[in-house]
């Protein structure tokens, strides 16, 4: 699928209701100067060996959305001194390492997303490091408590928060409570060198990262690769498929033996997310038919293994099973549903677009053509995709910036000015 007070927070959730759950105790109030006293109570509970924020350093570096969001070329963003914020109960302090850049910042930063919450941080594909815990863990979506500690490695996504009791979380659809919080959006997110967020959304990444990822290619896969899997998984060609049978080297054979033959999947667009999902889609035996704009997009598909990349509008090699639609241009939907075969769908990954224009039904829709969104993703998605990343190297086409250069990271990545994702590295800084 983006400033919080110390007070519930207030705004509307991702689905346009109002926010009043106490989720983060950060406090954001840049006219406020914090204690040295606040920042020891914030590590107090760290053993001593433990990677402790320096002493006397109270504040760090972060960039928020202005009063009005706009245009990314006209900088809506603003890069501040403000107090480290301090874990409640159930929380994590982390020092952010990395932070991908991620189209849905582009959003919050630009205002297509409504504001949740005034002069919020963006950044939700983070890798980091935990330098201080809350009183106390949650639980996890299996109802394990979590066991997180200080100096591990761990990532945090999109999803920050759910209910955890409506009928969507307790049917394992928690994607869709409505009650949903998100990092970078409804609180403080990546763009910044310390954020908070809740123990039982955090993901372990000590194993992912001693399996050949850097923290710069990791951080991508925290947002681009999961919601990319989710996206994949939205199209049906994974149906019948469990994870036990892609842990076990099954799924290539499965999956052809339940389509039918080895499935075709289109990719519209192809950065950040595509390119991901595009390695995860080969190595489970799909051919993959790249539609984008950009030369230098084309020649990573083609390098990656894909079996075409053409034109975003240009009709591919061969019919379509699926495809998946990461550009946010509702007017690509019309050529992506001629190319399904029948019975095909589309599988709609962005969490904004453009207005879809009319589709003419027998042309567009029948033979039983389906057309489907993907709204965040669930906690287990997440797990699975890291522990697929873990095992299935996955080759990120990163580009680093420099934390204070994030602005200019947004706008090359409106302009197309790369392929693959920009990652911010708070250790390196211009200003």
Not at 136 to 147: L, M
Not at 252 to 273: K, Q
Not at 304 to 320: I, T, V
């Amino acid at each position: 699928m983006t400033s919080e007070t110390t007070s519930p927070m207030t705004g509307d959730n991702a689905n346009g209701t109002p926010n009043t759950t106490n989720e983060n105790t950060e406090n954001t109030n840049t006219n406020t100067t914090s204690t040295p006293s606040a920042i020891e109570a914030a590590t107090s509970n760290a053993p001593a060996s433990a990677p402790m924020i320096t002493p006397g350093v109270t504040t760090m570096h972060a960039w928020q959305v202005r009063e009005n969001p706009g245009p990314i070329e006209d900088d809506p963003l603003e890069w501040i001194e403000k107090p480290i914020p301090k874990p409640g109960p159930g929380q994590a302090l982390i020092r952010v390492l990395a932070c991908g850049v991620c189209r849905t910042d582009l959003h919050v930063s630009e205002g297509d997303l409504p504001a949740h919450l005034p002069h919020v941080t963006p950044g939700h594909e983070v890798v980091g490091e935990i330098v201080a815990l809350g009183a106390d863990q949650g639980v996890d979506i299996h109802g394990q408590r979590v066991e997180l500690r200080v100096g591990e490695h761990v990532g945090v996504a999109w999803l920050r928060h759910t209910c955890g009791e409506c009928d969507y979380c307790v049917s394992g659809k928690e994607n869709l409570c409505r009650h949903s919080l998100y990092n970078g959006w409804d609180a403080n997110g990546g763009y910044a060198e310390y954020m908070v967020a809740p123990d039982d959304y955090i993901y372990p990444l000590d194993g992912l990262l001693n399996s050949g990822y850097s923290l710069e290619t990791a951080a991508p896969l925290m947002c681009a690769g999961i919601i990319g899997y989710r996206a994949l998984k939205r199209t049906g060609l994974l149906d019948g498929v469990t994870f036990a049978d892609i842990e076990a080297g099954r799924a290539r054979e499965r999956i052809a033996e339940i389509v039918g033959h080895r499935p075709a999947l289109g990719l519209y667009g192809f950065g950040g997310s595509a390119h991901i999902t595009a390695q995860v889609a080969l190595a489970l035996g799909m051919r993959v038919h790249v539609l984008t704009r950009g030369r230098d997009a084309q020649r990573l598909a083609l390098n990656l293994g894909c079996a075409s990349a053409n034109d975003a509008y240009d009709q591919p090699d061969e019919p379509l099973d699926a495809a998946i639609i990461f550009a946010p241009v509702g007017a690509i939907v019309p050529p992506a549903l001629e190319a399904l075969r029948s019975g095909g769908v589309l599988s709609l990954a962005g969490i904004h677009m453009s207005d879809i224009p009319p589709l003419n039904y027998e042309q567009h829709l029948f033979h039983e053509k389906e057309i489907r969104s993907v709204e965040s993703n669930t906690r287990r998605d997440g797990r699975e995709f890291l522990a697929f990343a873990a095992t299935h190297p996955i080759k990120i086409d990163a580009h680093p910036y420099p934390l204070d250069q994030a602005q200019k990271a947004l706008q090359d990545l409106k302009a197309g000015a790369f392929t693959g994702a920009a990652v911010l590295m708070p250790g390196n800084t211009e200003q």
